[in-house]
């Protein structure tokens, strides 16, 4: 019995210098980093819904491991935003913390952004990660980001902007958004785009134009393929890939259902400009796959619209 309350005793007194300190103040953590020369991590969380966070939680930041690691690069902060709001000390921190996530651009749980001191974005993952090996690849990108930034800013000029371009393409593509006043700041000192940034912001403007036009087109199919098709030649590179996306799922729906309405072998036939269509915003090492789905489609009509009659009967 006393052998039993003396290792409780040890471990009571133990365990704490093996549990990492997480704040939930991002301003506090944020001050509290400048005078300790750290960056801030950022847990972006639900704690008591998302299984990825709480892997993450258990098998990661939990452990004495990654107290070690962390101790002396990071402040840590959770953000948490769970379905029972008593975890954070009620409604109106629950609203605070989906505020910051709303801020922060965080679309999917769980979201670990790194910041400097004063509030740069400098990289992080999103998503669940298995082991501290695992995660500390993202976190010592961030932070290597954090110290070719710190050096960045004593150039000038174009040896500047080009310092800060290096560290705005290896911030993460989702969390590159966050980024935009550096990219700025390279733009205003490579009046001759030799960094690309000022491509990247007219990229930028383009897609949040046509997402306005999309929106305004509503349930018009045609008028938003026209939108998607104006764009295209303007963007490059996953925004490319984004406005492909979206124009393939609409062919894909038009023929769905044009598909429906078929009554002869005629009018599937006629489908074919948009299959065509659709087969071209396909990545280019399926497109060979897809055709021969295609050309099998539209070789016999007749098998096809019996096929699609049988579907439909269902």
Do not use: H
């Amino acid at each position: 019995m006393f052998k039993n309350l003396l290792i409780a005793g040890l471990a009571a007194i133990v365990m704490p210098a093996f549990a990492a300190e997480w704040m939930t103040d991002l301003e506090a953590a944020k001050t509290k980093a400048a005078a300790e020369k750290k960056a801030v991590l950022v847990d972006f969380t639900g704690s008591d819904w998302c299984g990825y966070c709480i892997r993450l939680k258990k098998n990661v930041f939990d452990t004495p491991e990654f107290e070690t690691y962390a101790a002396d690069k990071f402040v840590l902060v959770e953000i948490d935003v769970p379905n029972d709001v008593s975890r954070v000390g009620g409604a109106e921190n629950a609203a605070k913390n989906r505020a910051l996530c709303e801020q922060y651009q965080v679309s999917g749980f769980p979201t670990i952004m790194v910041l400097s001191a004063d509030g740069k974005v400098l990289g992080g993952f999103v998503g669940g990660q298995s082991n501290l090996q695992s995660t500390m690849v993202p976190l010592d990108a961030a932070l290597a980001n954090g110290n070719k930034l710190a050096e960045a800013q004593k150039l000038q000029g174009a040896e500047k902007a080009r310092a800060l371009m290096a560290v705005y393409s290896n911030i993460p593509s989702d969390m590159q958004p966050l980024a935009a006043p550096m990219l700025n700041e390279v733009a205003a000192l490579d009046p001759e785009n030799v960094t690309g940034a000022q491509s990247i912001l007219q990229e930028g403007t383009v897609m949040n134009d046509t997402l306005q036009a999309l929106m305004a087109c509503g349930r018009n199919a045609d008028a938003a393929l026209a939108v998607i098709n104006n764009a295209l030649p303007k963007v490059s590179g996953a925004n490319k890939d984004t406005l492909l996306q979206a124009k393939f799922d609409i062919l894909r729906s038009k023929i769905a259902q044009a598909e429906r309405a078929a009554k002869t072998e005629e009018d599937l036939l006629a489908l074919k400009p948009l299959l065509l269509e659709m087969v071209n915003c396909v990545p280019e090492q399926y497109r060979p796959a897809v055709m021969k789905n295609v050309e099998k489609y539209l070789a016999n009509p007749a098998a096809t619209l019996k096929a699609l009659k049988a579907r439909n009967n269902k």
